[in-house]
Every structure is written in structure tokens, then in C-alpha cells.
């Protein structure tokens, strides 16, 4: 079982829908929690980090639940510019910790 | 305050020889992480410096190895090139070592083995 999984993609909407990513992760030691947006050929940067209370930042949302350890997504009123790969990323509690990240998610937003 | 810089940006090599990447970590951060992304995957982590000293491997051969000098800047080290060697390569840097600091990625090595 892969470390953390998620949705296989791609998803195709319109401009101004609602979609939702949801990402597992094995480890229940796992201890930070993150969404990285990676543009075609580029490298990836941090879109936000999650927290157990739940986090906005604009039109994304982002929710983690460590009983079911799931993490989610949200991107309300999607934009052409939100076309990208969402890599869904955990740490473990240790020192050195690496980032291990999931497959992603590619989303392609059309007029 | 400059960024993460990786040289070169692209690279063809052939099975069999040696390579050599190269990451300047940006201003102020003391801790170089190394990234292996093959085509349609996530990246998978190779290992982490932390002041010149090796401080995390992931599942990789010995084969990759790694170096990190004085000023923070590190380099990445695959002998006997494998043609699954081929992927883009990430270097990212920190202010120190853990998930809780933020990461800064460069824009990668794309190695391609022939």
C-alpha cells in the first residue's frame, strides 16, 4: 500500500465549478500535512498547509481528519489559472523528515 | 533574497556513466533536500543535509549519494546511470530540518539516460 493516496484524476470541469481532491495517508504517525500545486514541467510549491480545526485560504478549503486519515481539498469558483497537478503531501514525526508525497491530481479548468 | 538555483536544467547521459547535480539552497536556509520525480509520479525523497552532515535517506541505492558544503549548497551523485534513472530531479531547501518548515523547491535537473 502506498504511503499516501490519492484520487487518480485527471478532472476536467468548467470555469466556476466546485471540485474536491481527497488524499490517505498510511501512517498514523504522520505528523504535518500539506497541498503542493505543481505547474506542467515546473517544480512544486506549497498551496497551504492542513490542520486537524480545518483551514481556508481564498477559494481553497482544506480539511484533515487523523482518525480516518483522509485530507481533502476544495477549490470553489475554479479558474483556468487553478489548471495544475495538486500533489497532497505528509511528514513523519521524525528528525531528517522527508516530504512523501502522493501521485497527485491533475485538474484542467475550460472556458 | 534569492531563490533555490539547480545546475544544469537538462542533461543526457548514457547508461553506465556518472553525474553530477548541483543546488544552491536559498538565503538563510541551512537544510538541502533531494528529489527523484519520474514522469506521471510524485516526487519520491532521495535524502536531506543538514549542516554538511547526511540526516534522512529514502529508499534509494547506495549509488545516489550526496554532498553539502560550508555555504549550504549540496550536490547529488549518480554513479552507474540506470535508463530508470531518467526523471526530473529536485533540490529543495529549508530553514531547518522537519515537515514544520517551509520548503522552497528549484526548478529541477531533467536527466534523461539513453
Known amino acids: 500500500r502506498k504511503e499516501v493516496e490519492q484520487d487518480p484524476g485527471p478532472f476536467n470541469v468548467p470555469e466556476g465549478a466546485t471540485v474536491a481532491f481527497n488524499c490517505t495517508y498510511s501512517n498514523s504517525a504522520s505528523q504535518s500535512f500539506f497541498w503542493y500545486r505543481q505547474d506542467c514541467r515546473k517544480e512544486p510549491k506549497l498551496l497551504m498547509s492542513v490542520y486537524s480545526s480545518g483551514n481556508e485560504d481564498g477559494r481553497f478549503t482544506a480539511q484533515l481528519n487523523r482518525a480516518s486519515q483522509y485530507i481533502s481539498l476544495l477549490i470553489r469558483d475554479s479558474k483556468l489559472s487553478d489548471s495544475a497537478t495538486y500533489l497532497c503531501v505528509v511528514t513523519l514525526n521524525q528528525a531528517g523528515t522527508a516530504l512523501i508525497f502522493g501521485k497527485g491530481t491533475t485538474l484542467s479548468v475550460s472556458s | 533574497e534569492t531563490g533555490v538555483t539547480q545546475s544544469p536544467t537538462h542533461l543526457i547521459k548514457t547508461r553506465g556513466q556518472q553525474v553530477t547535480l548541483r543546488c544552491s539552497s536559498q538565503?538563510?536556509?541551512?537544510?538541502v533536500s533531494w528529489y527523484q520525480q519520474a514522469l506521471g509520479q510524485g516526487p519520491q525523497f532521495i535524502f536531506q543535509?543538514?549542516?554538511?552532515?547526511?540526516?534522512g535517506r529514502g529508499n534509494f541505492p547506495p549509488r545516489f549519494s550526496g554532498l553539502q558544503f560550508p555555504n549550504y549548497s549540496s550536490e547529488l551523485n549518480v554513479n552507474a546511470l540506470e535508463l530508470d534513472d531518467s526523471a526530473l530531479y529536485l533540490c529543495a531547501s529549508s530553514l531547518a530540518t522537519g515537515g514544520n518548515y517551509g520548503y522552497t523547491f528549484g526548478s529541477g535537473t531533467r536527466l534523461t539516460v539513453v
Open positions: 543535509y543538514y549542516r554538511e552532515e547526511e540526516n
Open positions: 538565503s538563510g536556509h541551512n537544510t
